[in-house]
């Protein structure tokens, strides 16, 4: 019983882990669909936990927070789009910019503000979003099997943990069942058939960023508001870039995005519970080297096991309307 125990609070850390992970990479699934490549996930993914937590702390409300994260990282997401859509720039260069701009500029208006090496203040409870309890999770907790799996697993979860499973299928029924999704799925193939036919490839792809930007905003704000009671230096620690490498591994679909999301949650929970602890004829291992054990799967995992992943043929390609 205690090794399902552990193995039912595995998972309940896998969900965890796994949602920032889930909403940047459905957030790069609406850019990438749209035919442009988002390095800046990760630097979307700060700016929101940065705005969030910094008007959750001065406004003493989460609703705000969240509101201002998704603000932010919506207003990061055009600046890319400005560049790479309105000017044609380099997408990669233009995504990488937008991480460095994060990086720096998150650590120094903390630092401005708050005089507290660029971290926000600690979050209260009203700042931040609570746990759900489910009805009936506390009556079944002691009963074997369904009880933990309902009452941990199940139970106790921000609204942001199920907000962010809920958003995989209304993604896959935007994408395949709606008009939008069927001409944003066009303009990631080829554009000038959209154009042909009178529809407006930039305004399209502009609406693809603006999914990106809410999407992004609402990771960093669960990571600042629901993971951590406040913003730190770093805070998203590559997240916006295993996001992507599970985009390739899923191969740009919702619902493989999120298994491949929760794979990628569960070797990091894994290492977690796996520092200090020894291992089978290998004995302990450092912590570094249990830290580093997701990223180094994410690398094996994307060389050896994806197979061929075919993006959309017009990413990174800027448009050229025809004349």
């Not at 603000?71 to 460095?100: E, K, P, Y």
């Not at 295993?242 to 070797?267: R, S, T």
Request: aromatic share 10%; hydrophobic share 55%; with cysteine.
């Amino acid at each position: 019983m205690d090794v399902f125990i552990a193995a039912v609070q595995t998972l309940d850390s896998t969900v965890r882990l796994s949602v920032p992970l889930l909403l940047a990479c459905l957030a790069g699934l609406y850019s990438e669909r749209a035919g442009i490549f988002d390095i800046g996930l990760e630097g979307k993914m700060l700016v929101g936990a940065f705005a969030g937590a910094t008007a959750a702390a001065v406004f003493h409300s989460a609703l705000i927070g969240i509101g201002m994260a998704i603000l932010v990282s919506t207003a990061f997401a055009m600046i890319h789009g400005f560049a790479s859509i309105t000017h044609r720039g380099n997408q990669i260069v233009s995504g990488v910019a937008i991480n460095f701009i994060a990086a720096g500029s998150t650590v120094i208006l903390g630092q401005a503000w708050f005089h507290q090496g660029g971290r926000t203040p600690a979050l209260s409870a009203a700042e931040r979003f609570p746990s759900i309890v489910l009805p009936g999770a506390a009556a079944v907790r002691d009963v074997p099997i369904l009880g933990p799996i309902y009452s941990t697993l199940i139970s106790g979860h921000s609204v942001l943990v199920y907000l962010a499973f809920l958003t995989v299928p209304f993604t896959w029924w935007v994408l395949y069942r709606t008009r939008f999704g069927l001409r944003l799925r066009a303009v990631g193939e080829n554009p000038a058939a959209v154009d042909t036919a009178g529809i407006s490839v930039a305004w399209l792809r502009y609406r693809a960023l603006m999914c990106t930007g809410v999407l992004t905003g609402v990771a960093g704000a669960y990571l600042s508001m629901v993971q951590n009671g406040g913003f730190v230096k770093d805070m998203t620690a590559g997240k916006g870039y295993i996001a992507l490498a599970a985009l390739i591994f899923a191969k740009w679909k919702p619902v493989n995005a999120m298994f491949a999301c929760l794979l990628f949650g569960f070797l990091e929970a894994l290492s977690i519970r796996l520092q200090g602890t020894p291992l089978p004829i290998i004995g302990r291992v450092s912590a570094q080297v249990m830290q580093a054990l997701p990223y180094v799967l994410t690398v094996v995992l994307l060389a050896g096991f994806i197979g061929k992943a075919i993006p959309p043929k017009a990413g990174g390609v800027p448009y050229v309307k025809e004349r």
